[in-house]
């Protein structure tokens, strides 16, 4: 059996894709010990790849239920993959969680939704230099119109195969990357391998709830809090204001590359 999980900010469409992808037949309870609703079903005409629906979050930081029943499925489940549902009328916002997603390591597909309203608008996102500049794959969906839907199912079907190699993580500023090389060493033998990445940001950002429930002895502590230390040094900033503003950083090259906007078709033909 195969697990995929669908995540994605509140709005963008994700419970209307999971009813395509999932059809009338759904199980439906709320997470353990909270009264945020957990939905499940198995994808259409596929009955070994169960599609789990994930709370809509913005982000994987550790405030709110929704965000903790998240960042908890993807790291400690495990999912086989993950769809994100972009919302592309809000593609920088909603980018902001991709990058998260791909901070977790784990094989992610983003269904660009809401193509239709885009189409529109008269802004055009370039999605084939999306999916290059963020190394995983992008399909233009419309939910609501059921466009592409089949695509991304045969997209879904390919990318649930184990072989599948781990797509690339996001590389942020160089100085930043070194300091979570140094904490990701510090965190060798305490994490799961693949986890690394994941934890030495979530280590970086003071998570409270990382450096809570991590078994990691007084000595290693210390060690990160010095590597933190001197990074925010470095960069005249708290350490998670540095990641916050790699991730924008990073989506902003990204989007900067990608999108075109209406009034730029205006600017060059005036
Ligand atoms: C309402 N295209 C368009 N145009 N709309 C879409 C698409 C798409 O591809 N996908 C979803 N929507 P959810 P979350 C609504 O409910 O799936 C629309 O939170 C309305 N409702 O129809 O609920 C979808 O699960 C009255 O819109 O998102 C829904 O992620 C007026 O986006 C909304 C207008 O989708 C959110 C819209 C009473």
Request: include cysteine; charged fraction near 25%; charge should be negative.
């Amino acid at each position: 059996m195969t697990v995929v999980a669908l995540a994605g900010n509140p709005n963008g469409g994700k419970t209307t894709l999971f009813n395509r992808l999932t059809g009338a037949h759904q199980t439906v309870g709320n997470w353990p010990g909270v009264t945020v609703e957990s939905k499940s079903g198995y994808l259409r005409g596929e009955n070994s790849v169960i599609i789990q629906d994930l709370p809509g979050t913005y982000s994987l930081s550790p405030y709110t239920s929704e965000e903790l029943i998240t960042r908890k499925f993807l790291i400690e489940a495990e999912p086989d993959l993950v769809v994100d549902v972009v919302d592309a009328t809000n593609l920088e916002r909603n980018l902001y969680l991709t990058l998260q997603l791909m901070e977790t390591g784990l094989p992610l597909i983003v269904a660009l939704n809401m193509i239709d309203v885009v189409k529109n608008s008269g802004r055009r996102i370039n999605i084939n230099k999306l999916a290059y500049l963020l190394g995983i794959p992008v399909i233009g969906i419309s939910a609501l119109k059921n466009t592409n839907i089949a695509k991304l199912k045969g997209k879904i079907a390919e990318n649930v195969d184990p072989q599948t190699t781990p797509y690339a993580v996001p590389e942020y500023d160089e100085r930043l990357e070194s300091a979570l090389a140094m904490i990701a060493k510090d965190l060798t033998g305490v994490v799961s391998p693949e986890d690394l990445r994941w934890y030495a940001i979530k280590f970086f950002e003071r998570d409270e709830e990382v450096w809570e429930n991590t078994v990691l002895d007084a000595t290693r502590r210390e060690d990160i809090e010095n590597i933190i230390s001197t990074a925010e040094k470095l960069f005249a900033d708290s350490s998670d204001s540095i990641i916050v503003n790699a991730r924008y950083e990073y989506i902003a090259r990204v989007a900067g590359m990608c999108v075109i906007e209406k009034d730029d078709f205006t600017m060059s033909l005036s």
